[in-house]
């Protein structure tokens, strides 16, 4: 079946500083990539949509400065948290999406989450 | 935009009973309705899925049902066990045209024990 892998799992940093967390499609091809925000005990929270070769479209109230999202291929999207502060430690949470009909198409497939956590 | 509302938030059962968890959408063109299965700091895991011509689909002890005219959807689980104990979250999504991007809205989850 599809797999996401999402990397890294977990990551401690210092504030002020930038945090990339990398979601990859291994076995399909992702026409369309999510990015979620979870705080603990709550729903997931879309951040953004990301397609491959075009701008992220950010969901309201999301700093897209803030959260920088790149799509540059079919198998891999990063989001860079800048400049970090504690407020943003959370859960960030990746899916996936395939075009056409073979693996993953039409579903989504979350990958595993990165907690960040800010000192 | 969608808003799509859970409940019960918390669901306690005995091993072997059913429970069920609904939900509601607000947005008619919604087409897709999926539920997932998030075990504590774990990614959340489809368990089924539901398109909007369809009434009802059943996969073993899971089933969902959909009321398109109410805008509501369930979660059946059967005869239950102690390993069905997470948290599940419906969610709806509209088809965009051309079929290539869709974007889905969550219910605020439900925390179900199955209590031995």
């Known amino acids: 079946g599809a797999v996401v892998s999402q990397h890294p799992s977990w990551v401690i940093c210092k504030s002020g500083t930038s945090v990339k967390i990398e979601c990859r499609s291994l076995?399909?091809?992702?026409?369309?990539m999510f990015w979620y925000r979870q705080f603990p005990k709550q729903s997931l929270m879309l951040m953004a949509t990301?397609?491959?070769?075009?701008?992220?479209?950010?969901e309201q109230g999301v700093e897209k400065d803030k959260f920088l999202i790149n799509h540059a291929s079919l198998t891999l999207s990063t989001l860079t948290v800048t400049s970090a502060h504690p407020e943003d430690s959370s859960f960030y949470i990746c899916?996936?999406?395939?075009?056409?009909?073979?693996?993953?198409?039409?579903?989504?497939?979350f990958g595993a989450g990165s907690r960040l956590t800010v000192l | 935009g969608e808003n799509v509302e859970q409940h019960p938030s918390t669901l306690s059962v005995q091993e072997g009973d059913s429970a069920v968890i609904k939900c509601t959408y607000s947005?008619?063109?919604?087409?897709?309705f999926p539920w997932y299965k998030q075990e504590l700091g774990k990614r959340p895991q489809l368990i089924i899925d539901?398109?909007?011509?369809?009434g009802e689909k059943k996969d073993q002890r899971i089933a969902v049902t959909l009321n398109k005219t109410a805008k509501h959807f369930s979660l059946h689980i059967t005869e239950t066990q102690p390993e069905d104990s997470a948290v599940y979250f419906c969610a709806a999504s509209i088809k965009a045209s051309g079929g290539s991007n869709y974007k889905l809205t969550f219910g605020k989850g439900t925390l179900l024990t199955v209590n031995p």
């Open positions: 990301s397609n491959e070769g075009s701008k992220a479209t950010y």
């Open positions: 899916s996936a999406r395939g075009g056409g009909s073979g693996t993953g198409a039409n579903v989504l497939t």
């Open positions: 076995d399909f091809q992702a026409t369309t």
């Open positions: 947005d008619s063109a919604s087409n897709y």
């Open positions: 539901i398109r909007s011509n369809v």
